[in-house]
């Protein structure tokens, strides 16, 4: 079964920043290079909420309002890796956050624990 597996998380003040990575369990099922991607995140008591899209060329991004000019999502094709890049975070940016594939099926990563202390 292929999983994407997320990295990068972790414990940050208020005004720095953290990349996360995402990459495929399996390689041999090239999902990363054939799906647009995404990055989603979801806060204690919260519903998971949609942070950030990548076409599957790369040329293309779409971002939640919320995170616009802080947050860049970005791919490697020969590493069959997904980014964010997180700047400036802020203590509401906290959350587990998941990568995704707009595949069908889809597929979903664990998560990884970003924490923001203001």
């Known amino acids: 079964q292929v999983q994407l597996v997320e990295s990068g998380g972790g414990l940050v003040q208020a005004g720095g920043s953290l990349r996360l990575s995402c990459a495929a369990s399996?390689?041999?099922?090239?999902?990363?290079?054939?799906?647009?991607m995404g990055w989603f995140r979801q806060a204690p008591g919260k519903e998971r909420e949609f942070v950030a899209r990548?076409?599957?060329?790369?040329?293309?991004?779409n971002y939640a309002d919320s995170v616009k000019g802080r947050f860049t999502i970005s791919r490697d094709s020969a590493k069959d890796t997904v980014y964010l890049q997180m700047n400036n975070l802020k203590p509401e940016d906290a959350a587990v956050y998941y990568c995704?594939?707009?595949?069908?099926?889809?597929?979903w990563g664990q998560g990884t624990q970003v924490t923001v202390s203001s």
């Open positions: 990548i076409s599957w060329s790369g040329d293309s991004t």
């Open positions: 995704s594939s707009f595949s069908l099926p889809r597929y």
């Open positions: 399996r390689r041999t099922i090239n999902i990363i290079n054939t799906y647009p």
